[in-house]
C-alpha cells in the first residue's frame, strides 16, 4: 500500500504564498512522473504542474511564471511553491504519483493524496 499525504494548505490573501508539500510513503521501490492537480468548486479536477523523474517540467498555463513545482527524491517529496496567489487559485490541490511498488517488470500505478484546501481572498 502506498499513501501520499499533502501539507501546507490554507487561507492567503491574494499577492501572498503557499508551498505545499506531498510525502509518499509505504511500498514503494521507484518514483516517475509526480504532479499536482486542483478541483474548484463546481469545476473538474485540472492538472497544475508535472515534474518527471528526470526534472522536466509543465505547467498550466494560468499558474506559468507564478507557481514552482520541485521535488526531494530521498524523501519520497514533491512541493510546489505558489507566489502572486490570485483568487482563482482556490480550490482543493491534490498530489499525484507514478510509482513503481518493486524492482521486476511491473508498470507503475497510480495513486492521489487525499487532498489539501487552498483558499486566497481578494
Known amino acids: 500500500q502506498v499513501h501520499l499525504v499533502e501539507s501546507g494548505g490554507g487561507l492567503v490573501q491574494a499577492g501572498g504564498s503557499l508551498r505545499l508539500s506531498c510525502a509518499a510513503s509505504?511500498?514503494?521501490?521507484?518514483?516517475?512522473?509526480m504532479g499536482w492537480y486542483r478541483q474548484a468548486p463546481g469545476k473538474q479536477r485540472e492538472l497544475v504542474a508535472t515534474?518527471?523523474?528526470?526534472?522536466?517540467?509543465n505547467y498550466a498555463d494560468s499558474v506559468k511564471g507564478r507557481f514552482t513545482i520541485s521535488r526531494d527524491n530521498a524523501k519520497n517529496t514533491v512541493y510546489l511553491q505558489m507566489n502572486s496567489l490570485e483568487p482563482e487559485d482556490t480550490a482543493v490541490y491534490y498530489c499525484?504519483?507514478?510509482?513503481?511498488?518493486?524492482?521486476?517488470?511491473?508498470?507503475?500505478?497510480?495513486?492521489w493524496g487525499q487532498g489539501t484546501q487552498v483558499t486566497v481572498s481578494s
Open positions: 515534474i518527471t523523474s528526470g526534472g522536466m517540467t
Open positions: 499525484n504519483a507514478d510509482i513503481k511498488n518493486d524492482g521486476w517488470g511491473a508498470p507503475p500505478n497510480n495513486y
Open positions: 509505504g511500498r514503494i521501490y521507484s518514483i516517475n512522473a
